[in-house]
Structure formats: C-alpha cells, structure tokens
C-alpha cells in the first residue's frame, strides 16, 4: 500500500519515516470517500490537536485518491480522541457513508487497532510496594474512568510487588495517564493478556527496579523516592555489589536488529562488537554489547539504560559476570580517565607539557602510560640513519597522544626509527626497522585504548605510492 500522498497545505514542521511513530499510537488511519479533499479532514479533526501531517493515499498512475488517508498528531492522546469521536461519523452533508478510524499500524504492532482493542487502555505502572488497588486507583482517576486497577503480588508470600496495572474505559484516558503521570511511575501501553510475555513484563521492571535501587545510587532514577509514601522502596531490598565487565545484557520489550543495537550502543566510544540473540519464545529483543574498556561499558550502562528506543520503550541494560575482578577494573577505568583528562589538557594547552612531565612543583612524574593492554618492556631505538624497512600509520580518537608517551610505546616492539605526528590532525607514523617489529605492534595495538585514546594501527603505504596517487580535488 503507497502511502504517497499529499502533504500538510499548511507546511511546518512534517515528521520523516522514522518520526511516524514518535510518540507510539499519534498516527491514524482513515477508510473514507474518494472524494473526501484534504481540507475537509484538517476541518474535521483540527479540533482534537495539533496536525502534523495529512496524507491521502493515491493511485500510482491515475493519481486518484483510494480511499485512505493517515492524519499525524502531535500526541497519543488526540489521535486517540479523534478516533473515539470521529469512529463511524459522516464528514459532511455530501458524504453519507461512515468514515473507519483506527490507530494507524506501527512497527511494532502487526496491525491498525480499534476502540475496542485492550492494548490501547491497560497500563504497566512501576509503584511503592506499600501501594494499595485503592491508592493506585486514586493516583491514576484523575486521568478518566478507570475499570479496574490490580497489583502484582508475590504468590508465596502475598507481598507486592511494586508493579501494577490501570485499565481505562478509552484509550485516549490511558493515553493521558501515559503522557501526564509522573516519570517516575515509567507508566507504558500493557501487554494484553492473551499474550504470553506479562511475567516478562514482569521481570523486565523487576530487573529495572532492582538495578535502578540497588546499583545506581548517584542516578536518581525515581524522584519520588524521597517522599514519604514512596519511603518504603529501599528498606528490605539487599543492595548486594552488581558485577562490574566490558560486556553488557540488553534487554527490549521491542524485537531490534543488530544494526540498531549497534547505533544505539556506539554513542559510546570503544564499542568492540554487538550481537542479537534470537528468543524462540517470545517477541522480546536481547543483545549482548562488549566494549574494549570498562570505562566505556561503565558509561554506555549507566547511560543507556532506561533510554526510550523507540520512543516509548525504554531498553534495560546490565552487566554480564564474565569473572573479572571488579576492583582491579574499577581502578584501571580511574586511572584511565585521569590520563584521558591530561593527555587532552596537554594537547589543548601545549604549555602545560613541561609540568605535567615534570610533576608539577612536587617533582614526582606521573605514570605515562594507562592500559589493559600487556605491552613489553622498553627497548632501545634503532640509529635515525638506519633504512626504513615498514611505516606504520597510526589514527588517533578523539586526540592525539603526547610524543614522548608515542615513543615510550612504540619503542617496546623493538627496532623503531622515529615516530612522530602529523601537525594539525589526529594521525601520525611509525618507521621501523624491522617488518616482524612492524607488525607486533599492529597485533597488539590496533583497536586498543592506552591513556583514553583509541588507537588504529595498520601498514601505511609507500612513499611512491603515496605520490602516485591522483590529487583530490574540491
């Protein structure tokens, strides 16, 4: 089906293909009269918010219309209204057959839903465990006719929980109660219960709870837990120590590709792969992202996790035991940090140079060198004069590292001639006098993270082939 129409007269803001479903359940579909006009359904449905946009879907040839139209708002809960009012409605005095309004199919879901579909008026809220039906009755009312409220509790021990969920007569109330609740109760559209993935549901926001409360003391990630009726969430959970390792879990009520986990988690520098785990039994996605430094996974967690993609589903993310001692980690990630900090001051402020070499006034050197890599130990350089037997280029990000720390590391392979930058730019070269030398130092380096800078390493080319080249022209 083309969805080629035409586009907003009015012009303004027209949201692309990968804004169509942004905010989920904003978009409508229409079954209407070939000769319903553009401007009699901005008329119409004007009045229940702001448009964004109108397409009227025609023939590819004839350019006719076919019948179809999709109007965009701006928020759930006026696509969600004008579907509740316009359902069935004539749009004037020459059009006598009812008009069909649905929520427009997104990608994820598998098809355009009604009024009547129970995916659009039962919310997952996150809640107090001292919550009761009734207190969460009286929270979310405000919003419209709530049918019922339920909360799920242990069933050994009868205890909350801290999730529940809020069913409205019409998807437009559960649509407010989504977009007006306060953040912190992370209210979203319910799974309906014909599916089989509420207990995943369940243990998505258990592992979110237990994370969020447990593990992230410095990011408040409920603001209302310091009133008093939310003072009941940190009194009997067990803060026990997460796992801290380059590799996290990714876990998404929203099926993802490996593309897409991929542009998500490579925000963060030092991304070393990704990889999507397929779950036969359910519709949920799981990934596994690694990253070559735990500064790096450190960061992408306690960033990422929460983030809405798309917009409306948040991801968890969370660390994978992979052995590694924490504390050993946690120091290595620090001292990398600080060397980041001075390595980028010193190659912002070259004057600076002398005293961190120096130590300052106290006449202590500071360590040049921070890495998980396991490097050799120093060797000497090879005469200035001796012939260059491999060049290496080597690619820095995001700046370049101090000389004297380039040839503290480039030394160690053995037979290095000179190292040096490329004044202006984020590269430089190694020469070598020896291709064996060469070559370690690319299996060693190339891809790793020494004093918070990434580092390529790889074979430059000749000389000759370098001058052979065709000049770029701009």
């Given at each position: 089906?083309?969805?080629?129409?035409?586009?907003?007269?009015?012009?303004?803001?027209?949201?692309?293909?990968?804004?169509?479903?942004?905010?989920?359940?904003?978009?409508?579909?229409?079954v209407?009269?070939?000769?319903?006009?553009?401007?009699?359904?901005?008329?119409?449905?004007?009045?229940?918010?702001?448009?964004?946009?109108?397409?009227?879907?025609?023939?590819?040839?004839?350019?006719?219309?076919?019948?179809?139209?999709?109007?965009?708002?701006?928020?759930?809960s006026?696509?969600?209204?004008?579907?509740?009012?316009?359902?069935?409605?004539?749009?004037?005095?020459?059009?006598?057959?009812?008009?069909?309004?649905?929520?427009?199919q997104?990608?994820?879901?598998?098809?355009?839903?009604?009024?009547?579909?129970?995916?659009?008026?039962?919310?997952?809220?996150?809640?107090?465990?001292?919550?009761?039906?009734?207190?969460?009755?009286?929270?979310f009312k405000?919003?419209?006719?709530?049918?019922?409220?339920?909360?799920?509790?242990?069933?050994?021990?009868?205890?909350?929980?801290?999730?529940?969920?809020?069913r409205?007569?019409?998807?437009?109330?559960?649509?407010?109660a989504?977009?007006?609740?306060?953040?912190?109760?992370?209210?979203?559209?319910?799974?309906?219960?014909?599916?089989?993935?509420?207990?995943?549901?369940?243990?998505?926001y258990?592992?979110m709870?237990?994370?969020?409360?447990?593990?992230?003391?410095?990011?408040?990630?409920?603001?209302?837990?310091?009133?008093?009726?939310?003072?009941?969430?940190?009194?009997?959970?067990?803060?026990?120590?997460?796992?801290?390792?380059?590799?996290l879990?990714v876990?998404?009520?929203v099926?993802?590709?490996?593309?897409?986990?991929?542009?998500?988690?490579?925000?963060?520098?030092?991304?070393?792969?990704?990889?999507?785990q397929?779950?036969?039994?359910?519709?949920?996605?799981?990934?596994?992202?690694?990253?070559?430094?735990?500064?790096s996974?450190?960061?992408?967690?306690?960033?990422?996790?929460?983030?809405?993609?798309?917009?409306?589903?948040?991801i968890?993310?969370?660390?994978?035991?992979?052995?590694?001692?924490?504390?050993?980690?946690?120091?290595?990630?620090?001292?990398?940090?600080?060397?980041?900090?001075?390595?980028?001051?010193?190659?912002?402020?070259?004057?600076?140079?002398?005293?961190?070499?120096?130590?300052?006034?106290?006449?202590s050197?500071?360590?040049?060198?921070q890495?998980d890599?396991?490097?050799?130990?120093c060797?000497?350089?090879?005469p200035?004069?001796?012939?260059?037997?491999?060049?290496?280029?080597?690619?820095?990000n995001?700046?370049?590292?101090?000389?004297?720390?380039?040839?503290?590391?480039f030394?160690?392979?053995?037979?290095?001639?000179?190292?040096?930058?490329?004044?202006?730019?984020?590269?430089?070269?190694?020469?070598?006098?020896?291709r064996?030398?060469?070559?370690?130092?690319?299996?060693?380096?190339?891809?790793?993270?020494?004093?918070?800078?990434?580092?390529k390493?790889?074979?430059?080319?000749?000389?000759?082939?370098?001058?052979?080249?065709?000049?770029?022209?701009?």
């Open positions: 089906m083309d969805e080629a129409g035409s586009s907003a007269s009015g012009g303004g803001f027209r949201p692309g293909v990968d804004s169509l479903d942004e905010p989920p359940n904003s978009r409508i579909f229409l209407i009269s070939k000769y319903t006009p553009e401007s009699v359904l901005r008329e119409r449905f004007s009045p229940f918010g702001e448009i964004q946009d109108i397409w009227v879907v025609r023939d590819k040839h004839t350019k006719e219309s076919k019948g179809i139209a999709f109007v965009k708002f701006a928020r759930s006026q696509a969600c209204r004008a579907m509740e009012e316009m359902h069935g409605q004539c749009l004037g005095p020459n059009d006598t057959k009812p008009i069909k309004v649905f929520i427009a997104s990608r994820s879901s598998g098809s355009h839903r009604d009024v009547e579909d129970e995916e659009l008026t039962r919310i997952f809220v996150m809640i107090p465990k001292s919550y009761t039906e009734e207190d969460l009755r009286e929270k405000v919003y419209g006719d709530i049918e019922y409220c339920s909360i799920i509790k242990n069933k050994v021990t009868g205890e909350s929980k801290g999730l529940g969920y809020v409205y007569l019409k998807p437009s109330q559960a649509a407010q989504i977009e007006n609740c306060d953040r912190s109760f992370r209210a979203i559209l319910a799974e309906p219960k014909n599916k089989a993935s509420e207990s995943s549901e369940q243990d998505y258990s592992n709870r237990q994370e969020a409360l447990g593990h992230e003391p410095r990011v408040n990630m409920f603001p209302f837990e310091q009133q008093s009726e939310f003072s009941s969430f940190d009194k009997n959970d067990n803060r026990g120590q997460e796992a801290i390792s380059k590799r879990s876990v998404s009520r099926p993802f590709t490996e593309e897409q986990l991929f542009s998500i988690f490579d925000i963060v520098p030092g991304l070393e792969y990704c990889e999507v397929r779950d036969p039994y359910s519709n949920y996605g799981h990934g596994v992202v690694q990253y070559f430094n735990v500064a996974a450190i960061y992408a967690k306690y960033k990422l996790h929460g983030f809405q993609y798309p917009p409306g589903n948040r968890g993310v969370s660390f994978i035991d992979d052995g590694s001692n924490a504390t050993d980690l946690l120091r290595k990630m620090a001292t990398q940090m600080v060397a980041a900090q001075l390595a980028s001051m010193v190659w912002n402020n070259p004057s600076q140079q002398q005293f961190l070499q120096f130590g300052g006034s106290s006449g050197q500071l360590p040049q060198i890495t890599v396991i490097l050799p130990s060797k000497k350089k090879a200035p004069e001796t012939p260059v037997k491999e060049r290496l280029f080597i690619v820095f995001p700046h370049p590292l101090p000389l004297d720390v380039l040839e503290d590391i030394c160690r392979f053995g037979n290095l001639i000179e190292v040096y930058l490329v004044s202006g730019k984020n590269v430089g070269y190694a020469k070598y006098a020896d064996i030398s060469a070559n370690d130092a690319i299996a060693t380096l190339h891809g790793k993270i020494l004093n918070g800078v990434r580092l390493v790889m074979l430059a080319d000749s000389p000759r082939e370098e001058s052979n080249k065709r000049q770029r022209t701009y």
